[in-house]
């Protein structure tokens, strides 16, 4: 029934959990408006040749509408806008909130190709490789002007903007090759801007890690090939800590310092020092990086310098990322390595408090 | 027939150029609406035949993205934005509620000269560099591209004065100029459209000056107000942009909309099934209007509240719609309906408004928005209400306020073929363009996989279709303009106060006091001291 629909209306195949629902939705919303249509025009026509003039200077009954009418109308009407909302709504909660067990995938997007970063360390361009029936959340930014992500056969779309971190997700139900457009004009060659989605199963997932261990030891991170040394996110993020000597103020092993403890920090409800209280997700810990005024903890002084500009996306990256393996505290859970599979990725060994 | 009007009274090309007669000023938006359509349209077709293949078909990627950003430019603030109220508003709305004049008649032309001068500061840009954003002129691209910004946006800047003022002088003409005795509640709804519509222009524009004035800054002096780099906020910008250019969609579309009221009750010689819903509704889409502007940024990086609270009340705006097009349709129940052209585009207006207002529901419904958006889906829902609504509207004003304006009357069988040819052209353009967006194909994509090939021939196809329909009107119009038959003063038989003057009007309007006793929608009895004029009508069929 859906894939006649499909077929119908010249959807592409639906290749994510969502998109049986999306597509249900569509099809409901989409059957109602041509019965309204339809009964609306055949209503005029109807009245235009019963009612059709037949002297210049005829002259008609007054006739109004009663009140009962028009609210009936009305009630009806409305009634079914606020139902789509209510099930679109629904739908657009569970696009927007990854599972807690996602993996998660680095995506910068620049003038005009998606570069993607893997857990294990290893970047590849325009084509992003995932294991089906997996949660896979991509944390996003962009290096130069609005870019938006957009999978049709996973019906999900998020723009992807410079100085901050946009998230989707999605879990491909089919393996296969799924294009990936870029959906936010973004100059001469928007149109060239395209990528693919390559789904693998996970048995062929498991060797697609395997086989490309080790490649990627060395790692750009926006300031020369090797910059940033070699092995997964996490290290990477320990090694710009260490550099740009956030771990001056910041601990890794949950004790108070100047500034917050990393430690158990990501996902966790933070108090603020107006009273406001937020969640330490990838965009708040983003934009305390970026903005460190804008959300101070309550009970800490507000003496951190901005980041903008000085620190490059891949370093951002990698700090949250670092942040994130230390949500359960000071020893890194497994959970970045994907532990469905029971690969390891390089430089677990590292991992001490 | 060498009684006075306002076309004869002086026929000087200074009496026209400075005039502050508000017939005239409207003639004057008129012929440059019209000029801008075809401007906008010329664009519209070399893209659709750019599209007859993927990759090059005739021009380069550069010279296609400069073109779509003017074909939206210039149809959205040259053609869309003035295109009923500057031109019919200002010809009508004074005759309407019975006054000889506009409230502030010089404020009145200098507002036309500062919609001149943006527009000329526009097309300018076409010849220093273009501009390549698209309409919406989104940074931090609009900020770094090296393409003609500053000139371009002051231009719009410049018209949003000319809107504002317009704008202002509607309100208080409506306030202040009503003649005595014509409460709101029998004023022609074409009135309450015109001055809600009013209401948005001043109070939105604004914001959009504001915001356009910050984008020049940013691009020309570096300065970094939405610019991430230099520690703006691009989401902002959108934020400040839709807040003005969602109401902006219902400064055009209200006025269609009471082109509409103003038809049907005529050519269906009977009452508005209930005048007190589409007054009001008015209102509440110029209201919840203003509320709506999130809708357009479900996938730019928003709260889940804030879409929540979007999507709600994108659902509740859409009822106003809903509810003028159920009494419009309703008011033909019992009528005595002649289908002659202005009827049809308004046949036409309804089909196509339904069909764009629920795809514009549709994307409301937000899962379903994260598939569309920014696809040729939306291009095709905005299409039907901007084209399929505004330029139908737009069509059936000239149709019905044809002989009013000019005296003549034009060829009802040319009328009625032509309408058919830009109903079927249109449809046959945009259909296409929702099956596209369902495939996927993103708006503003110069190259396309060849996979949407067969559906973009369908939609060039379709849009000859609609320029054949539009020529034809615009010959067998012309032709009538010089050479039609006389009309008559009331050809349609109307009650509505426009009608009840000479046509063309003489220079302030009516020649005696005007009657305004009855309900201009009043259709019970003979009107008083006249003949329904029968003679011209059938001439005229």
């Avoid at chain 1, 325009?126 to 996973?154: C, E, K, N, Q, W």
Wanted: charged share 15%.
């Amino acid at each position: 029934m859906i894939e006649l629909f499909r077929r119908l209306i010249f959807l592409p195949v639906g290749a994510s959990t969502v998109a049986d629902g999306v597509d249900a939705l569509h099809a409901f919303v989409i059957t109602a408006t041509m019965l309204v249509s339809t009964y609306v025009f055949g209503a005029a026509a109807w009245f235009t040749v019963r009612y059709r003039r037949k002297s210049d200077r005829q002259l008609t009954r007054r006739l109004s509408a009663t009140v009962r009418h028009e609210a009936s109308i009305i009630t009806l009407v409305l009634g079914t806008f606020l139902l789509w909302w209510v099930l679109g709504f629904r739908q657009y909660v569970e696009m927007v909130q990854p599972p807690r067990d996602s993996d998660v995938v680095y995506v910068e997007a620049k003038q005009w190709m998606w570069k993607f970063t893997y857990p294990d360390g290893r970047d590849t361009n325009d084509v992003l490789t995932v294991p089906v029936g997996r949660p896979i959340r991509l944390a996003m930014t962009s290096r130069d002007v609005i870019h938006s992500f957009y999978v049709p056969s996973f019906r999900i779309k998020q723009d992807v903007l410079p100085g901050r971190y946009t998230a989707v997700w999605f879990e491909a139900t089919q393996t296969g090759t799924f294009p990936i457009w870029c959906a936010e004009y973004c100059g001469v060659s928007h149109s060239r801007m395209r990528g693919e989605v390559v789904v693998l199963s996970q048995a062929d997932y498991a060797l697609w890690l395997r086989s490309g261990k080790g490649q990627t030891a060395e790692i750009d991170c926006g300031r020369g090939p090797g910059s940033c040394g070699g092995g997964d996110l996490v290290a990477i993020g320990r090694q710009v800590a260490l550099r740009r000597a956030c771990v001056a103020c910041h601990t890794l092993d949950g004790q108070r310092h100047v500034g917050p403890t990393w430690s158990g920090l990501y996902g966790s409800q933070r108090t603020l020092a107006d009273g406001r209280k937020v969640v330490a997700d990838d965009a708040y810990l983003t934009r305390s990086m970026m903005e460190p005024a804008a959300d101070v903890v309550a009970g800490y002084a507000q003496v951190m310098p901005t980041y903008q500009g000085s620190l490059t996306a891949a370093e951002t990256g990698a700090l949250v990322e670092l942040i994130r393996s230390l949500r359960d505290g000071p020893v890194a859970p497994a959970g970045v390595a994907l532990p469905a599979l029971e690969i390891t990725t390089a430089a677990d060994g590292g991992r001490g408090p | 027939m060498t009684e006075a009007t306002y076309l004869n009274a002086r026929t000087t090309i200074r009496s026209w150029v400075l005039t502050t007669d508000h017939k005239r000023i409207g003639i004057l938006y008129l012929v440059t609406l019209i000029f801008a359509l075809v401007l906008g349209g010329f664009f519209a077709m070399a893209l659709r035949i750019e599209h007859l293949t993927p990759g090059h078909t005739v021009m380069t990627a550069m010279t296609y993205n400069r073109s779509f950003t003017l074909h939206g430019v210039i149809m959205v603030w040259i053609f869309m934005i003035p295109s009923i109220p500057a031109s019919f508003g200002n010809f009508l709305l004074p005759i309407m509620v019975g006054a000889k004049d506009v409230a502030f008649p010089r404020l009145n032309l200098l507002s036309y000269y500062l919609f001149i001068t943006g527009t000329v500061m526009v097309l300018v840009s076409m010849f220093v560099g273009g501009i390549d954003t698209g309409w919406t002129f989104y940074p931090p691209y609009s900020s770094s591209t090296p393409t003609a910004i500053p000139t371009a946006l002051l231009g719009v800047f410049v018209i949003g004065f000319s809107t504002i003022l317009t704008g202002l002088n509607f309100v208080v003409t409506t306030h202040t100029m009503r003649h005595e005795g014509l409460g709101w509640m029998k004023l022609p709804l074409f009135v309450w459209a015109i001055y809600a519509t009013s209401i948005i222009q001043v109070l939105a524009t604004p914001v959009l000056g504001m915001v356009l004035l910050l984008v020049v800054l940013d691009n020309s002096l570096h300065w970094g107000f939405f610019d991430p780099a230099r520690g703006g906020d691009p989401v902002l910008y959108q934020h400040l942009f839709w807040f003005y250019s969602h109401p902006a969609v219902y400064i055009m579309i209200l006025p269609g909309m009471g082109v509409v009221s103003e038809v049907v009750a005529t050519f269906a010689r009977k009452n508005l099934y209930s005048y007190r819903a589409i007054a009001y509704s008015s209102f509440g889409l110029a209201f919840v209007g203003f509320l709506t502007w999130g809708h357009h940024m479900f996938v730019a990086g928003m709260s889940t509240f804030d879409a929540g609270a979007f999507g709600v009340l994108s659902m509740l705006v859409a009822i106003f719609s809903a509810i003028k097009v159920f009494n419009w349709t309703w008011t033909l129940k019992g009528g005595a309906v002649a289908l002659k052209t202005p009827l049809l585009y308004v046949f036409a207006f309804l089909f196509l408004f339904v069909f764009g207002g629920m795809t514009g529901v549709a994307v409301a419904a937000m899962s379903l928005d994260v598939h569309w958006h920014d696809t040729y889906f939306v291009v095709a829902h905005f299409h039907f209400i901007m084209v399929g609504g505004t330029l139908t509207a737009f069509l059936a004003a000239i149709h019905y306020w044809f002989p009013k304006i000019t005296g003549r009357m034009y060829s009802e069988r040319l009328g009625l073929l032509s309408a058919a040819l830009v109903f079927a052209g249109f449809f046959v353009t945009f259909f296409p363009q929702f099956l596209l967006g369902n495939a996927g194909m993103p708006r503003r994509y110069y190259d396309y996989p060849p996979q949407f090939q067969p559906l973009h021939i369908v939609s060039t196809a379709g849009s000859w279709v609609l320029a054949t329909g539009l020529l034809i009107t615009a010959i067998y119009l012309g032709h009538a303009l010089f050479r039609g038959h006389r009309a008559g003063d009331n050809p349609w038989g109307s009650r509505s106060f426009e009608w009840r003057t000479t046509s063309p009007p003489p220079t302030h309007n009516f020649h005696a006091t005007p009657p305004f006793d009855i309900d201009p929608y009043d259709y019970t009895q003979p009107l008083p001291g006249t003949d329904d004029d029968p003679a011209a009508e059938k001439e005229a069929a």
